[in-house]
């Protein structure tokens, strides 16, 4: 037997769908040294995930990929509920808003998979120095041997790289599946009614060992899907538990013809032949989620050869009626059974990462299937890349399956209940508890918002995200004895819109230098950084200005005591081109200042302490750093104070982790100072 | 001698910069077989034009295009004013806006012009079926002869090819000026102070005819610059006239280390040691403006070894005093002498066409060259496209030097009064009638807004613009008889602001099928069509409801007449992807309904005549042509009817050329039908 060939690598990402490629684009922004595997021959390229939930939009945007999804995705802004009358004819029965408004700039969106993973692929080629060769994902490449090297994991070494793995380059043949996705006689390709492939590529491509390789990694992450290779080599304890309905349900994309008024909304048709959800697409398509009554798993899984394009139309014809429904173009179809899954471990030994599809499995119609997986990666990936760079300490790690398990449990719930509600009879057919009252069904509808836009995701306290003393015990539930907390303690009423553990919401502000108004978000980019977003109030009173000025003088003095970091080609994605570097990397902690006061009021070289404009020997002061809240010739005032419920006249400091979300509120003086330090010391000083 | 290479194209662009790329993109966009040529080597890289005014972003935007400008460019919002106070010091006398508010949803913008080349670039290469090759920039081909076949001119055969030009393809070594535009010991490469390099470069490639070839085309147009090649092949009564003054002016491309507090604002400063301007550019850079008192042409050409970036960042250095400026970086500097020239023909015999800076030139400081450049072939590609095409009879060329010429005098006059107002002293100077007071200044400044940023271009009453019976006879003057005005006449009072003759405004409206709030202007992209936007008024009315669709029956019989027009794959480069094809080309007349009504009141399948909503067969009904003035769940009303100064009860039919500017206002009703039959048979009908 030869010698396989052999290489190091910090980060190994296996699979390349949303959940991997978010890691890969966060690493790859971040100058890890990656590399993304996937065992298909190529992207996706019809059907599949489609929904676009506020928060991963603002994820996406901080790394400036949002952009083309917004603008090629269908927005749903209102959704309608149809119900059957007192004759049994469908009818609206009400039409209401589909996201809070206000809640954030982005509104629920659609657009299918294979869009973003093409945006991924361009951001990550984007996040590349013009002189390196960018992370490509590595297609038609398997994973046979996963080992974990125990006793090295634990080590401290930043340079340590416990993993290794076997990956297996296949032939375009072997990586082929018998059916193809365009392949329309079998939809079922890639649906939870589809068996594993894995051994089967693998039985076919057995004794050529030529094509082996081993891989030594830092880290690895499985973003493998339903039926995670990783996961199993993980062991026993790594399997997903929950439970399956006998309920099939079919998924058709289509150019509809039909003289149905709703449909460009996203509406919920409860007929009595059966349940209808429509979401409207871009290309002048829609999804139909189509329940099939006369199909059952009936226990076990379900005869596949019963489900066909055909009868799942038969379907939505017979719910539609009686309006006409007819198409020319099918663009995809599938069909799935509605069940719930998720497993009790996300991690092994903090080495080994599983996420999205691999640890949490649930019925699409929400849209939450790829959403909850990017954010998986997009909670891990900062960690990893910080930890991989020795800035941050490796038990920070615990952080991930901590943060994210609560969100798959909470995810799995409220799949249950939605699905439940969904495939209920509607009222009029039979006077039961099984029937649900439309009333009930969107109340269900509208109290889940909060949960499916992914903003009300609420990260328990620890070093990351210093809660208030008496914090909710309700968000505390699960967190380890071996997770420290925060020696930080925030004052939450100061600043009531920016709440701890939660995403840091985004308004307006305008450019103290030269009067742009800018999302702050935008000023927020994923790049790895931690923030202080200092709310200074109203500097035009001398006696806050000096408080504002003693802050900008102390974190003159203490950040050059923490970590700096490498910013990358695509660190500041919304301020165009970058073309000029500072003259060394800039601290892990960028201080951003929004004050208050009358625009005209302020000089900024004059006025604020540099700690606000630093000063670069070749590029002179950073003008991009001070914000203010006001008025400009263009706009009605933003009124950010308001809507971040902050003192106009005091102020407050924000610290936001990387990801964006808050993890301190405290005064803008000498207390807040105390906090600041306590805060950035329990992330970056642990032993 | 041996026989040269021969072929045949529809229209050949020489000169690839802002004019000549943006022809090719409309030309890419209508299908038409295009050609461009020039003689360099490569794309400008830095310096060179870079403001963007508002309605050069509208036309980029209607191709898509403009997105990337908008987010690379840097936005000039407020303009800062600083004289010398009593004791000579300079102080800011005045801060403003610099873009009239609510004008557009653009604002003034700077960005490099090698970015603008590439998007262009870009945005050809997406108007090109995936079956096809794009049109590319053929670099380092020079013409060498141009010849009219003058008896062929007038062949109103569309197949016609009467013009003849031989092109010469040199190597790098003959295309590279001698001094390359990135070395900075010659910042004057490109400058009106040099000297055309087309007579050398001819002469070192002279006796090679292997790489000349022949292309007979329907139309030739000179994008080529200053230096005009076309222009003076075309011979001596194409020549510019004009003047030069003898002030001199020096351009530098730096990122500035000042303690100047206004540096990121658009500023003019009038020292006694000269005059400045500021415009604050992407990338932390600013060009500064500099006047060189101290070189001058004195009457004639001025030496160019005087000048020099040390030179002029001295006068610089001294126009700042007291305030400091330092650099470390320059990426580009120039120095140009004042002058402003035209020419009195822009076509000959409507075969051959200048565009751009080879019919106009003057100085750069008010941001216009650029501008008015792509303006000029915005207003001929879809003439010469639609020509080429057999959709609009050869005579309506006629209106392209009818209408650009009266803007490149404008545009002129305007450049010498700002140019002087700008480099006469400022009153503290001397007390004479040199000095220019800075209200002087200023007020001038605003009044100018109009002008600069390209909204205020009102075109003459022709075919293609029926203004009222009594239109202002001030836009009437250069008239030519033989060019026939419009049989319809407007009712300009129906639309107070939807001026004849002047561009479309862009206003937020709903989209009944889905509730989405759209840019009006991002349904009526550049795509060849002509537009009436259908004001209906309050369609929930039963007497407005049977006009609109009397309208609309009347243009269900109407339209099939005209003729239709194919469109590629970027013709709708707002609305996402494209992937499925209706049945047949649509008409050449586009029509989009927006009403006034609550949009709750109106059902688009049942209310609205198919006129609005078309059917296709594998398609449905198009969800995409009928729009509503009012309010969402999400935004406050837009009060659209109000700011198009139309009556929200009765409504207004307004007619769009292809470029859209306002060609026809009339009434929903029956006088409207017969106004829009007379102006469309003036359009399409001729013989």
């Given at each position: 037997?030869?010698?396989?060939?052999?290489?190091?690598?910090?980060?190994?990402?296996?699979?390349?769908?949303?959940?991997?490629?978010?890691?890969?684009?966060?690493?790859?922004?971040?100058?890890?040294?990656?590399?993304?595997?996937?065992?298909?021959?190529?992207?996706?390229?019809?059907?599949?995930?489609?929904?676009?939930?506020?928060?991963?939009?603002?994820?996406?945007?901080?790394?400036?990929?949002?952009?083309?999804?917004?603008?090629?995705?269908?927005?749903?802004?209102?959704?309608?509920?149809?119900?059957?009358?007192?004759?049994?004819?469908?009818?609206?029965?009400?039409?209401?808003?589909?996201?809070?408004?206000?809640?954030?700039?982005?509104?629920?969106?659609?657009?299918?998979?294979?869009?973003?993973?093409?945006?991924?692929?361009?951001?990550?080629?984007?996040?590349?120095?013009?002189?390196?060769?960018?992370?490509?994902?590595?297609?038609?490449?398997?994973?046979?041997?996963?080992?974990?090297?125990?006793?090295?994991?634990?080590?401290?070494?930043?340079?340590?790289?416990?993993?290794?793995?076997?990956?297996?380059?296949?032939?375009?043949?072997?990586?082929?599946?018998?059916?193809?996705?365009?392949?329309?006689?079998?939809?079922?390709?890639?649906?939870?009614?589809?068996?594993?492939?894995?051994?089967?590529?693998?039985?076919?491509?057995?004794?050529?060992?030529?094509?082996?390789?081993?891989?030594?990694?830092?880290?690895?992450?499985?973003?493998?899907?339903?039926?995670?290779?990783?996961?199993?080599?993980?062991?026993?304890?790594?399997?997903?538990?929950?439970?399956?309905?006998?309920?099939?349900?079919?998924?058709?994309?289509?150019?509809?013809?039909?003289?149905?008024?709703?449909?460009?909304?996203?509406?919920?048709?409860?007929?009595?032949?059966?349940?209808?959800?429509?979401?409207?697409?871009?290309?002048?398509?829609?999804?139909?989620?189509?329940?099939?009554?006369?199909?059952?798993?009936?226990?076990?899984?379900?005869?596949?050869?019963?489900?066909?394009?055909?009868?799942?139309?038969?379907?939505?014809?017979?719910?539609?009626?009686?309006?006409?429904?007819?198409?020319?173009?099918?663009?995809?179809?599938?069909?799935?059974?509605?069940?719930?899954?998720?497993?009790?471990?996300?991690?092994?030994?903090?080495?080994?990462?599983?996420?999205?599809?691999?640890?949490?499995?649930?019925?699409?119609?929400?849209?939450?299937?790829?959403?909850?997986?990017?954010?998986?990666?997009?909670?891990?990936?900062?960690?990893?890349?910080?930890?991989?760079?020795?800035?941050?300490?490796?038990?920070?790690?615990?952080?991930?399956?901590?943060?994210?398990?609560?969100?798959?449990?909470?995810?799995?719930?409220?799949?249950?209940?939605?699905?439940?509600?969904?495939?209920?009879?509607?009222?009029?057919?039979?006077?039961?508890?099984?029937?649900?009252?439309?009333?009930?069904?969107?109340?269900?509808?509208?109290?889940?918002?909060?949960?499916?836009?992914?903003?009300?995701?609420?990260?328990?306290?620890?070093?990351?995200?210093?809660?208030?003393?008496?914090?909710?015990?309700?968000?505390?539930?699960?967190?380890?004895?071996?997770?420290?907390?925060?020696?930080?303690?925030?004052?939450?009423?100061?600043?009531?819109?920016?709440?701890?553990?939660?995403?840091?919401?985004?308004?307006?502000v305008i450019r103290q230098?030269?009067?742009?108004?800018?999302?702050?978000?935008?000023?927020?980019?994923?790049?790895?950084?931690?923030?202080?977003?200092?709310?200074?109030?109203?500097?035009?009173?001398?006696?806050?200005?000096?408080?504002?000025?003693?802050?900008?003088?102390?974190?003159?003095?203490?950040?050059?005591?923490?970590?700096?970091?490498?910013?990358?080609?695509?660190?500041?994605?919304?301020?165009?081109?970058?073309?000029?570097?500072?003259?060394?990397?800039?601290?892990?902690?960028?201080?951003?200042?929004v004050h208050s006061a009358p625009r005209?009021?302020v000089?900024?070289?004059?006025?604020?302490?540099?700690?606000?404009?630093?000063?670069?020997?070749?590029?002179?002061?950073?003008?991009?750093?001070v914000f203010s809240d006001g008025?400009?010739?263009?706009?009605?005032?933003?009124?950010?104070?308001?809507?971040?419920?902050?003192?106009?006249?005091?102020?407050?400091?924000?610290?936001?982790?990387?990801?964006?979300?808050?993890?301190?509120?405290?005064?803008?003086?000498?207390?807040?100072?105390?906090?600041?330090?306590?805060?950035?010391?329990?992330?970056?000083?642990?032993?």
């Open positions: 037997m030869t010698e396989l060939p052999e290489s190091k690598v910090d980060v190994l990402i296996i699979g390349a769908g949303p959940a991997g490629l978010m890691l890969a684009l966060w690493l790859s922004r971040l100058g890890v040294k990656t590399r993304i595997v996937d065992k298909r021959t190529a992207k996706v390229y019809s059907g599949q995930a489609d929904g676009f939930q506020v928060r991963s939009l603002e994820i996406l945007d901080s790394f400036g990929v949002a952009e083309r999804v917004w603008k090629e995705a269908n927005r749903m802004l209102e959704v309608s509920f149809w119900n059957p009358d007192e004759n049994g004819t469908i009818q609206r029965s009400a039409k209401s808003v589909n996201t809070i408004p206000g809640l954030s700039r982005f509104t629920e969106s659609v657009l299918h998979q294979g869009r973003i993973e093409q945006f991924f692929i361009d951001g990550i080629r984007a996040s590349c120095p013009s002189n390196e060769t960018p992370l490509k994902v590595e297609r038609m490449v398997i994973p046979t041997s996963l080992e974990i090297d125990e006793a090295a994991a634990e080590d401290p070494d930043p340079e340590a790289h416990p993993v290794t793995v076997t990956l297996r380059h296949l032939t375009e043949e072997e990586a082929t599946p018998t059916q193809m996705l365009s392949n329309l006689s079998d939809g079922i390709f890639r649906s939870n009614l589809a068996e594993d492939d894995v051994a089967g590529i693998l039985d076919r491509s057995k004794g050529r060992e030529a094509r082996d390789e081993v891989v030594r990694a830092k880290y690895v992450v499985g973003c493998d899907g339903a039926h995670s290779w990783t996961r199993k080599a993980l062991g026993k304890e790594f399997e997903m538990k929950g439970e399956s309905t006998d309920a099939i349900w079919g998924v058709m994309d289509i150019v509809p013809i039909t003289d149905f008024p709703d449909i460009r909304f996203r509406t919920m048709i409860q007929n009595t032949a059966g349940a209808l959800m429509i979401i409207p697409r871009e290309n002048r398509m829609v999804r139909l989620y189509i329940q099939l009554k006369e199909v059952s798993a009936g226990g076990g899984r379900v005869d596949r050869s019963q489900i066909t394009p055909e009868i799942i139309f038969k379907s939505a014809q017979r719910i539609f009626s009686p309006y006409k429904l007819e198409y020319h173009y099918c663009d995809w179809w599938t069909a799935y059974q509605i069940g719930q899954r998720t497993g009790d471990h996300f991690s092994k030994l903090n080495r080994v990462f599983l996420a999205g599809d691999a640890v949490h499995t649930h019925s699409p119609k929400a849209g939450q299937g790829m959403n909850i997986s990017m954010q998986d990666s997009y909670n891990l990936g900062w960690k990893i890349g910080l930890a991989c760079k020795n800035i941050l300490p490796r038990d920070v790690l615990s952080t991930y399956e901590l943060e994210r398990k609560k969100i798959a449990k909470d995810l799995i719930a409220f799949d249950g209940k939605f699905s439940k509600l969904f495939t209920g009879a509607p009222p009029k057919d039979i006077q039961s508890e099984t029937g649900v009252s439309d009333d009930v069904f969107q109340k269900a509808f509208h109290t889940s918002r909060m949960f499916t836009t992914g903003v009300g995701v609420n990260y328990q306290p620890t070093v990351l995200v210093a809660k208030e003393a008496d914090a909710d015990p309700e968000t505390e539930d699960d967190i380890p004895n071996t997770l420290t907390k925060s020696a930080a303690k925030s004052t939450q009423s100061l600043a009531t819109n920016c709440k701890l553990g939660q995403r840091f919401p985004s308004y307006k230098s030269d009067a742009r108004l800018w999302e702050l978000h935008h000023k927020l980019p994923s790049n790895g950084r931690f923030r202080l977003v200092v709310f200074g109030g109203d500097i035009s009173q001398p006696a806050q200005r000096d408080t504002v000025n003693a802050l900008g003088a102390w974190l003159s003095s203490y950040l050059p005591k923490l970590p700096t970091i490498a910013l990358g080609p695509a660190s500041d994605p919304h301020s165009g081109l970058i073309k000029f570097k500072t003259d060394a990397d800039p601290s892990i902690v960028d201080v951003v200042l005209d009021e000089d900024l070289l004059r006025d604020v302490h540099e700690a606000y404009h630093p000063f670069d020997s070749k590029l002179g002061w950073d003008y991009d750093k008025k400009t010739f263009y706009e009605e005032p933003e009124r950010a104070y308001e809507k971040y419920g902050i003192d106009s006249g005091k102020g407050a400091v924000v610290g936001l982790r990387p990801d964006g979300y808050v993890g301190l509120v405290t005064p803008v003086g000498h207390d807040g100072v105390d906090q600041i330090q306590k805060w950035f010391d329990g992330i970056f000083q642990r032993s």
